[in-house]
């Protein structure tokens, strides 16, 4: 008896060292935990966030192995922007960006991506030639 | 149509859309072809010229926007893996997010004031260069409109990869930390997959600040909002 429930347990995580799918699944519940206990509790970050930290922590104190969440975490991050293309078309709902307001968005994102990604990296340049030769 | 079998067919058209971009985009490379563009083109025109209420089109797909939130709990093993680069580097990691944050606040709330924008647009415009699900959360706490947020943030994403390169040949970078800065925290998630393509250590940082900046902006905004009462 004592055998099979250990043969089980071996096998289950055979499995979920390998199988995408599961790993997914298990990001699910601990997204889903995260946002009852936000909502419980009404802590004002968001569920996704706290599972998130929860889950650091507990793969810092190795309480569980990261080959269960390898592949999950990959595959997920793979696919992100179809996640978010359904949020994306809500665009068709706003007919009032074809307008002066619209172009007066998409170029105040066009000015302001070279800005922030040349500001961004001198400054990590100019740190990273500050410091000390031997910590580089 | 019967509403179900609606809600089924948009999942399906919407999927066999992003799986063919995604194919379509393997073979090519160009980045005018990234299958977030392609899907989120082809999904509009198609839309409109159905004359689909949003609001029935969601009805199929929010299940895929659910999986943000799983998503974003997976950003804990990038993290993890570099937990050695992390420690390594947090003092330079630490002022790539913390300036990264502030010129691109900054730089969004100057042209938003420039250009007039009221401030729901300005709300919906500021969190652009920070990953799309933690963007959608700070431009919902700032009074913005999310689903305008992932768009201006997809933008931000695609112009930032393209430009990239050519941007980062007139800069003086000698570091890889500074390379893969520019990268993660000016175009996020599109950024940091061309960091990848210019090397191991450009990739692992410009994901680091792309998680560190989102992170960074999902509390500061939730402490500023908390202290505003």
Redesign the interface.
Known sequence: MKLAIFKTCRTARWHLSRNWWLQALLFIAIWALGEAVVRQFSIPIPGSVLGMGALLAALELRWISVRWFRRGARGLLAHLLLFLTPAMLAVVNHRELISMTGLKLIVAVLIGTPLVMIGTAVVVEIGFRLQPIRER | MNAELQAVLWAAV??GI?LAALRLYRACRVWWL???LV??VL??VL??VFHTA?RD??RG??W??S???????????????N?ALIRKYW??LL??TV??SA??FG??WA??WL?H??PE?QAS?LP??IT??FA??VSQDLGG????T???T???GL??AA??EG??SW?????S???G???G???H?AGVAKAREIGEEEGAVAGL?MVFAG?LN??AV?LF??LRG
């Not at chain 2, 800069?171 to 570091?175: F, G, N, V």
């Open positions: 919407t999927l992003y990234s299958p977030l899907t989120w999904c509009g839309i409109v949003y089109y969601l797909t929010s895929l926007v999986l943000i939130g799983p998503t974003t709990v997976a950003f804990a093993i990038p993290i993890h893996e937990r003092v330079l002022i790539g300036a990264g010129i691109s730089s969004a042209l938003a250009f924008l009221s647009m415009l652009r260069s799309t699900p959608m959360t409109l999310p689903e305008l992932a768009a201006f997809a933008i931000t112009f930032g430009i990239g941007v980062m800069l003086p970078l000698r570091s930390f500074a390379r800065a520019f990268f925290m000016g175009a998630g600040i992170l999902v509390l939730v909002v908390h």
